[in-house]
């Protein structure tokens, strides 16, 4: 049994271009080796690529100027929140080219063009993809309209806070530019369903779980929800919920892995709590498994009882 092929460092964890590991020292012999995975021609892995991601960061070592990875992959590249669901129901990978340049001809990738002005791509961890923009443009008929107001909300945040996101939040969306881009992108699949999603997408959204929270109460005809509402506490403390009713003194956290597993977290929603209670008001605080069935259904009773009640 001969050796087991020794990569450079650099190339051990990720997927490369065959002229990249030409470049780094290897041979053709080398890279011929059974140990190595072919995802794409001209690709080289030592892991297999699985998962729609990794192939996207396989196909984009192979990709030339004015492509550039789209779709699902893409969003996700930038941090945005795809559905699991959509990993087994739309392509395996996608690719968006200047309609100026050749299209990948690729089995199993899926090629789009768009006018040359419209095309715009960056570089994540050396692969091109395109905008968060065209991101969830490609992305969209992927997706059902909540799914798609989600990573609207992304799109619209100006926070620091929002955990995962890889593009500038300044935000790098405003609300009052959706008309220009919908005008601009109106021949693109999926734009009508992007279009309908924007007319529940807001800004100074913090997390995509505190998006879906808020869909889910509206889609139940409930008021929607102030997003990060103010409110000032006994002693002094200026704190936001992720949503909340004022007049009725109801509000919502979404709470995820950190509220249970990092004791200081733990602490300080102890105290924050006894506070909000002091004030007559209640904090519910909302877990992954309240979203569905009967939990669901007993949370927006319990609303549904404080509107009646106000």
């Given at each position: 049994?001969?050796?087991?092929?020794?990569?450079?460092?650099?190339?051990?964890?990720?997927?490369?271009?065959?002229?990249?590991?030409?470049?780094?020292?290897?041979?053709?012999?080398?890279?011929?080796?059974?140990?190595?995975?072919?995802?794409?021609?001209?690709?080289?892995?030592?892991?297999?690529?699985?998962?729609?991601?990794?192939?996207?960061?396989?196909?984009?070592?192979?990709?030339?100027?004015?492509?550039?990875?789209?779709?699902?992959?893409?969003?996700?590249?930038?941090?945005?929140?795809?559905?699991?669901?959509?990993?087994?129901?739309?392509?395996?990978?996608?690719?968006?080219?200047?309609?100026?340049?050749?299209?990948?001809?690729?089995?199993?990738?899926?090629?789009?063009c768009i006018r040359?002005?419209?095309?715009?791509?960056?570089?994540?961890?050396?692969?091109?993809?395109?905008?968060?923009?065209?991101?969830?443009?490609?992305?969209?008929?992927?997706?059902?309209?909540?799914?798609?107001?989600?990573?609207?909300?992304?799109?619209?945040?100006?926070?620091?806070?929002?955990?995962?996101?890889?593009?500038?939040?300044?935000?790098?969306?405003?609300?009052?530019?959706?008309?220009?881009?919908?005008?601009?992108?109106?021949?693109?699949?999926?734009?009508?369903?992007?279009?309908?999603?924007?007319?529940?997408?807001?800004?100074?959204?913090?997390?995509?779980?505190e998006s879906i929270?808020?869909?889910?109460?509206?889609?139940?005809?409930?008021?929607?929800?102030?997003?990060?509402?103010?409110?000032?506490?006994?002693?002094?403390?200026?704190?936001?919920?992720?949503?909340?009713?004022?007049?009725?003194?109801?509000?919502?956290?979404?709470?995820?892995?950190?509220?249970?597993?990092?004791?200081?977290?733990?602490?300080?929603?102890?105290?924050r709590d006894r506070?909000?209670?002091?004030?007559?008001?209640?904090?519910?605080?909302?877990?992954?498994?309240?979203?569905?069935?009967?939990?669901?259904?007993?949370?927006?009773?319990?609303?549904?009882?404080?509107?009646?009640?106000?």
């Amino acid at each position: 049994m001969g050796a087991r092929l020794q990569l450079p460092e650099h190339l051990e964890t990720v997927p490369f271009a065959y002229a990249d590991g030409l470049a780094a020292g290897l041979t053709r012999g080398h890279l011929r080796s059974k140990t190595l995975h072919a995802p794409f021609v001209g690709v080289r892995s030592l892991a297999k690529p699985e998962t729609r991601l990794e192939r996207a960061l396989a196909l984009g070592q192979r990709l030339k100027e004015g492509q550039a990875i789209s779709g699902l992959a893409a969003a996700a590249m930038w941090g945005m929140r795809v559905p699991k669901s959509t990993e087994k129901k739309s392509p395996d990978a996608e690719v968006l080219t200047r309609v100026s340049d050749s299209r990948v001809r690729i089995d199993g990738v899926a090629s789009r063009c768009i006018r040359d002005d419209l095309f715009k791509r960056d570089f994540i961890d050396g692969v091109p993809v395109v905008s968060p923009v065209l991101a969830v443009l490609t992305s969209a008929w992927h997706l059902e309209q909540a799914d798609i107001t989600v990573m609207l909300d992304a799109l619209l945040s100006s926070s620091d806070s929002y955990p995962g996101l890889r593009f500038n939040r300044d935000p790098h969306l405003k609300p009052n530019q959706f008309p220009a881009m919908f005008e601009k992108f109106k021949r693109m699949r999926g734009i009508g369903k992007m279009r309908d999603a924007a007319v529940l997408a807001r800004p100074g959204v913090e997390s995509p779980m505190e998006s879906i929270l808020r869909l889910k109460l509206i889609e139940e005809g409930l008021p929607e929800p102030s997003i990060q509402p103010v409110v000032v506490l006994p002693n002094g403390e200026t704190y936001r919920p992720d949503l909340g009713y004022e007049d009725l003194g109801v509000y919502f956290n979404y709470d995820g892995e950190v509220h249970f597993t990092d004791q200081a977290t733990i602490d300080r929603d102890v105290l924050r709590d006894r506070h909000f209670q002091d004030q007559k008001m209640q904090l519910i605080h909302v877990v992954k498994t309240d979203l569905n069935g009967s939990r669901w259904r007993d949370l927006v009773l319990l609303v549904r009882r404080k509107l009646l009640g106000a």
